[in-house]
């Protein structure tokens, strides 16, 4: 009941933002008084709107601590349960950390999260089908903690459709340039298990972590979709993303600032998916909904076009859409 709930509303929304969609053409944006910005940049700073905008749709995260005393420990917070082995944590200076263990952390499992965080599900152009990521990161006395050598930290969550063949991916976050998954190839000491309800990742690094494996295209024909939109949404106040109606898998949209369009990265034809745009225009903010389905263009040419007007939306409520995706 829950998740048809959920279903439902995020149906409604999308039936409502559909119906006040105006032609990419004639748009103006409500309320925007001053002369729209509608130069496309080469690349990106950190006074541009579209940082604040990926800014304002993190999820914070989750600030705690724990005693550590190099013998070992059990501990969770949120939806984390973290061991640590005796020896296992070392400071960047090379000393062993004693006391209080200062920790951040958050889980990301939901797409619509995923978005939130700027986060595509994407390793080297390649999708993979996540089974949650979260960031682990440890101070002793303002002193950065790190895995020591050898060893491997265990953390564990619950995940309510688990599969085998995980795989450990790594990033470090950059608001600017966005995310970079690359897998861990040290099997040694970084893998994944099914535990009990969840999954276990074995880890000798920090930062960001995903469990996730690459979705297999072997003979599935590929696509590309490009996004038209107004002539004042630029990829210095907009993003653009592609969630997987049918698989935990999000694919960021790139800026082709010639062609002054978001451009994706290969999809397999025949997967239903739903194409999200947010932008930040002065004080207000701007989403845009479609839900298509990847097939081969008629054309041959390997690429779809597709134009979104979005609508005046208040933040709030761009959050709960993508709570709900």
């Given at each position: 009941m829950?998740?048809?709930?959920?279903?439902?509303?995020?149906?409604?929304?999308l039936l409502v933002l559909h119906a006040c969609q105006k032609n990419v053409?004639?748009?103006?944006p409500d309320s925007i008084n001053s002369t729209p910005d509608t130069v496309w940049q080469n690349s990106l700073t950190a006074n541009m709107?579209?940082?604040?905008?990926?800014?304002?749709?993190r999820r914070p995260k989750i600030t705690d601590s724990f005693a550590y005393n190099n013998t070992g420990v059990v501990y969770n917070a949120g939806n984390l349960f973290l061991t640590v082995p005796p020896s296992g944590l070392v400071t960047n200076a090379g000393s062993v950390p004693n006391g209080n263990i200062h920790r951040q952390s958050l889980l990301i499992q939901k797409k619509g999260d995923f978005i939130s965080m700027g986060m595509p599900t994407v390793c080297n152009g390649q999708l993979l089908i996540t089974g949650g990521a979260f960031f682990l990161g440890l101070k002793n006395n303002n002193n950065e903690v790190n895995v020591s050598t050898g060893t491997s930290l265990g953390i564990r969550y619950d995940h309510n459709s688990t599969v085998t063949g995980m795989k450990v991916y790594n990033s470090i976050e950059d608001i600017?340039?966005?995310f970079a998954w690359t897998q861990n190839t040290d099997i040694i000491y970084n893998n994944v298990n099914i535990v009990n309800n969840g999954y276990e990742v074995l880890s000798n690094r920090m930062q960001w972590i995903q469990a996730a494996y690459l979705f297999d295209t072997t003979g599935i024909p590929q696509t590309t979709f490009s996004l038209?939109?107004?002539v004042n949404y630029t990829n210095a106040n907009t993003v653009a993303y592609i969630s997987f109606n049918n698989?935990?898998?999000?694919a960021g949209m790139n800026a082709n600032v010639a062609a002054r369009r978001f451009i994706s990265g290969n999809l397999p034809v025949n997967s239903p998916i739903t194409i999200v745009v947010i932008s930040k225009q002065v004080n207000d903010y701007y989403l845009g909904v479609q839900q298509t389905v990847a097939g081969t263009p008629s054309s041959g040419a390997g690429t779809q076009d597709v134009i979104i007007s979005p609508v005046k939306t208040p933040l709030s409520s761009i959050r709960s859409f993508l709570n709900n995706l």
């Amino acid at each position: 009941m829950k998740n048809f709930l959920k279903l439902l509303t995020a149906s409604l929304f999308l039936l409502v933002l559909h119906a006040c969609q105006k032609n990419v053409d004639t748009f103006i944006p409500d309320s925007i008084n001053s002369t729209p910005d509608t130069v496309w940049q080469n690349s990106l700073t950190a006074n541009m709107p579209v940082i604040a905008l990926k800014n304002e749709l993190r999820r914070p995260k989750i600030t705690d601590s724990f005693a550590y005393n190099n013998t070992g420990v059990v501990y969770n917070a949120g939806n984390l349960f973290l061991t640590v082995p005796p020896s296992g944590l070392v400071t960047n200076a090379g000393s062993v950390p004693n006391g209080n263990i200062h920790r951040q952390s958050l889980l990301i499992q939901k797409k619509g999260d995923f978005i939130s965080m700027g986060m595509p599900t994407v390793c080297n152009g390649q999708l993979l089908i996540t089974g949650g990521a979260f960031f682990l990161g440890l101070k002793n006395n303002n002193n950065e903690v790190n895995v020591s050598t050898g060893t491997s930290l265990g953390i564990r969550y619950d995940h309510n459709s688990t599969v085998t063949g995980m795989k450990v991916y790594n990033s470090i976050e950059d608001i600017i340039t966005g995310f970079a998954w690359t897998q861990n190839t040290d099997i040694i000491y970084n893998n994944v298990n099914i535990v009990n309800n969840g999954y276990e990742v074995l880890s000798n690094r920090m930062q960001w972590i995903q469990a996730a494996y690459l979705f297999d295209t072997t003979g599935i024909p590929q696509t590309t979709f490009s996004l038209k939109l107004p002539v004042n949404y630029t990829n210095a106040n907009t993003v653009a993303y592609i969630s997987f109606n049918n698989m935990a898998c999000v694919a960021g949209m790139n800026a082709n600032v010639a062609a002054r369009r978001f451009i994706s990265g290969n999809l397999p034809v025949n997967s239903p998916i739903t194409i999200v745009v947010i932008s930040k225009q002065v004080n207000d903010y701007y989403l845009g909904v479609q839900q298509t389905v990847a097939g081969t263009p008629s054309s041959g040419a390997g690429t779809q076009d597709v134009i979104i007007s979005p609508v005046k939306t208040p933040l709030s409520s761009i959050r709960s859409f993508l709570n709900n995706l």
